[in-house]
Structures are given as structure tokens and as C-alpha cells.
């Protein structure tokens, strides 16, 4: 009796701490699943239902190990079965540049000088940036969204997603070349 | 790594990020900033770059809304 008493307050404790470890977790799931899904109100959602689903399976966690990992891994499978399946839109090949294009874009504008690099930068808007990470297909975007956004190493991308980690790196890579071309599209529209 | 022929500027935007991720081989890093040493034109496309991955990420960090903080907390078990 007395035995089980223990053992009942001592889940307690651990899901307790559990909950309270993964709530204050919850800002850098969202900025994440920000970009992972289409718009707001879809991250609100699935953020929401990752947390549902993470209470009640806290059990399947190993304490010790990395909990943002873990919370990201349940939500890129929700987002893989819920939003995913009705944007199956045949995907175009992505058109992409090689690595040098956007800034030989942004600078060609200027007097003939050499532009400062930072004030290139500035050429750009917070909107024309949300809008190219938008349009960069999911296969690319995701592993930009972890990696470059979320701080997640190759190693927890590659978990999280369920791909290997040189694919990791060939999307990185490639992801990057693609939403540097969609903001050169974005600002020469804009320009136009 | 990508042949880039005998075009050394070429070769160095294809070290690019690697460099910037730091997972070059260390004759790699050395050969790419033995370049970026006397090339002012590559020197300022990789500084374009480190300044863009920091406004990138700056410029879509969205806070999480004080909304969903509370929803999410309400979603937790309540202990029998």
C-alpha cells in the first residue's frame, strides 16, 4: 500500500515536471511551427495539438534527452498527417540559383560602387521575407525552419524529420539556393 | 565537393556555406580564406550571406501569442 503511494506521487512529480519542461518550451515551438505550417491560426493549431498529444504520451519521453527534439518530432508528424495531405499540389521543380545571385541582384542597382553588405540586407522586407520562406517547398523549408530558425543541429533535424542526415545537408543547402531566388523574385517584382 | 574548374571565385561561393557552417576540412577553411584574403568581391558575398541568415531569422521569429500560452496550459493533465 504504502509502496504504491510512493510509486503514485512519484509519477506525479514526474509529470508534473514533465509539463512544466515542455511548457516553457513553448515559444520556440511555436516560432517553428510558425514556418512548418501554412499560417497562424494552422501553427496555433498545431502547436495545441502537440501538446495534447505530449501530456498524454509523456511516458515515451526519456528524461535527460532533448525535450524541443522530442515536442518538434510529434509536431512534424501531425503537420506531415493533417495540412500536408490537402496542399498535395503537384510540386514544380524549384527553381534555384547558385549562391552569389541574390546579392548580385540587390546590389546591381546601386551607382556603380560597391554596396555596403548590410545595407543590401536592408533591402529586403520582413514581408518579402515571409513570403519567399512561404513559397520554398515544405522538403526544403523544413529542414531551413529547423536548422537555420529553430538553432536544431544536422543530427536533431535529421531525427525530426525522419531523413538522413546527408539529406539534411543537400536540403539545407539546396533550401537556402531557393529562398535566396525567391527573394530576388520577390524584390525585383517589387521593384517592377 | 563540386568541381568549380579553374574559376577560383566560383569555387569559393561553392565553399560558401559549408564555410559558414563550419564543417569544412580544415585544408578546406584554409584554402577558402587564403581566397577570401585577396578577394575583396568574394569577401563581401560572404558577408552579404552572414548578415542575411541573421536577418532571416530575425526577421520571421514571431512571439508565441499570450493566448495560446494560456490554452496550452490548460491542456495539461489534472492530477487525480
Redesign the interface.
Known amino acids: 500500500m504504502a509502496e504504491d503511494a510512493t510509486r503514485i506521487a512519484t509519477q506525479?512529480r514526474d509529470?508534473?515536471r514533465f509539463?512544466e519542461e515542455a511548457?516553457a518550451l513553448?515559444?520556440q515551438v511555436?516560432?517553428v511551427a510558425?514556418?512548418l505550417s501554412g499560417s497562424?491560426e494552422d501553427a496555433?493549431e498545431l502547436?495545441?495539438e502537440t501538446?495534447?498529444r505530449a501530456?498524454?504520451s509523456w511516458r515515451s519521453y526519456t528524461p535527460g534527452t532533448n525535450l524541443r527534439a522530442w515536442l518538434l518530432r510529434i509536431l512534424t508528424n501531425l503537420n506531415i498527417d493533417r495540412g500536408r495531405r490537402s496542399q498535395r499540389a503537384p510540386q514544380m521543380t524549384p527553381l534555384e540559383a547558385?549562391?552569389?545571385y541574390?546579392?548580385d541582384k540587390l546590389s546591381a542597382d546601386g551607382d556603380g560602387r560597391?554596396a555596403d553588405?548590410?545595407r543590401?540586407?536592408?533591402r529586403?522586407s520582413?514581408d518579402d521575407?515571409?513570403s519567399a520562406?512561404s513559397a520554398v517547398p515544405h522538403d526544403f523549408r523544413d529542414v531551413i525552419v529547423l536548422v537555420?530558425?529553430g538553432d536544431f543541429s544536422y543530427q536533431d533535424a535529421a531525427q525530426i524529420l525522419d531523413i538522413p542526415i546527408g539529406t539534411v545537408?543537400s536540403r539545407?543547402?539546396r533550401g537556402?539556393r531557393i529562398?535566396?531566388r525567391e527573394l530576388a523574385d520577390t524584390v525585383l517584382e517589387d521593384m517592377t | 565537393m563540386k568541381d568549380s574548374g579553374n574559376d577560383p571565385c566560383a569555387h569559393c561561393e561553392e565553399m560558401m556555406q559549408p564555410y559558414l557552417d563550419h564543417i569544412l576540412t580544415e585544408q578546406e577553411r584554409v584554402e577558402a580564406e587564403a581566397h577570401l584574403d585577396e578577394c575583396e568581391w568574394c569577401r563581401r558575398r560572404y558577408r552579404f550571406e552572414e548578415s542575411l541568415r541573421v536577418y532571416v531569422r530575425q526577421a520571421v521569429s514571431e512571439p508565441m501569442p499570450s493566448e495560446l500560452k494560456e490554452k496550452l496550459a490548460a491542456l495539461r493533465i489534472p492530477l487525480d
Open positions: 506525479a509529470r508534473v509539463e511548457l513553448a515559444d511555436y516560432r510558425r514556418h497562424r496555433e502547436v495545441q501538446y495534447a501530456f498524454r547558385n549562391d552569389y541574390l546579392y560597391p553588405e548590410e543590401v540586407v536592408e529586403l520582413q521575407i515571409v520562406l537555420d530558425i545537408m539545407l543547402h537556402r529562398l535566396k
